[in-house]
């Protein structure tokens, strides 16, 4: 049965030893009141932050996953970090194609599918996003678009290197908006990318998927979307940089 997961978007936030901090104190909680059976948790600090806090959290409790990664592996590309340099210090999941990624750094489809084999390559998790824009939904071709985001980044995989990710569909009208898909939106689509998957590998690795929500999702609406069938969990941006809240997310299940 598929994993039901939280995992946290620091984005370009904070220092680094307010991020340490963040992360010590999101520990102190989940000793206190454990993350309910079965919920992995996860937190996407900025690379500059990765060693400091993997040495403050307990992996069997915080996966320590980063935000981005390279499409290359290792040699004259000024400012990247390679997938083999986060597997190195414990990186455990890296997020892929945030739309952050694809509309502000104009990342496509073929650099992020280049990306995703490097993250299994070196033995990580993608957490794959996905998700249309305001116009694309108000035109009603939001399943087209996240269908071609699949098809073009991560549908080359094979069977047994797709179970290893972990799908986020994220509505971009809804990421720090404050604008929340309704739950029956939410599992609409998820419902139909677990079609998709089905389709491609079959009803054994559609069921084992773990599709999150990704939007605006924070304390007071994570349950309702959480209770719906498609729904395992989020992908949390705003919302996680404080740790009483996050933790609150946690334990919406
Ligand atoms: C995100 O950036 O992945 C996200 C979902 O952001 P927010 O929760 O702030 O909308």
Redesign the pocket.
């Known amino acids: 049965m598929r994993k039901q997961i939280v995992a946290g978007?620091w984005?370009l936030n904070p220092t680094p030893s307010n991020g340490v901090q963040l992360a010590t104190d999101l520990m102190k909680l989940l000793n206190e009141n454990p993350q309910p059976e079965g919920v992995g948790v996860a937190i996407a600090p900025p690379f500059t932050h990765l060693m400091e806090v993997a040495k403050v959290i307990d992996p069997k409790k915080i996966c320590l996953a980063a935000q981005n990664c390279s499409f290359a592996e290792s040699g004259a590309f000024t400012g990247e970090v390679a997938a083999p340099m986060l597997s190195d210090i414990g990186v455990m999941a890296v997020i892929i194609g945030?739309s952050e990624r694809r509309s502000i750094f104009h990342e496509d489809h073929a650099i992020l599918a280049t990306k995703v084999d490097q993250v299994l390559k070196h033995g990580m998790r993608p957490i794959f996003c996905c998700g249309e824009v305001l116009q694309e939904r108000n035109a009603g071709i939001q399943n087209q678009i996240v269908e071609n985001q699949l098809k073009e980044s991560v549908f080359h995989l094979e069977p047994g290197q797709f179970a290893k990710l972990i799908i986020a569909y994220?509505p971009v009208w809804?990421?720090?908006t404050g604008v929340v898909a309704s739950k029956e939106q939410a599992q609409e689509i998820h419902r139909f990318i677990r079609s998709l998957i089905r389709a491609r590998y079959g009803q054994q690795i559609a069921d084992d998927t773990t599709i999150l929500y990704?939007?605006?999702?924070k304390a007071s609406n994570a349950a309702e979307l959480f209770a719906q069938p498609d729904v395992d969990g989020g992908?949390?941006?705003?919302?996680s940089l404080d740790a009483v809240e996050f933790h609150k997310i946690i334990h919406s299940f």
């Open positions: 978007n984005k945030h994220e809804a990421i720090g990704g939007g605006s999702c992908l949390i941006g705003g919302a």
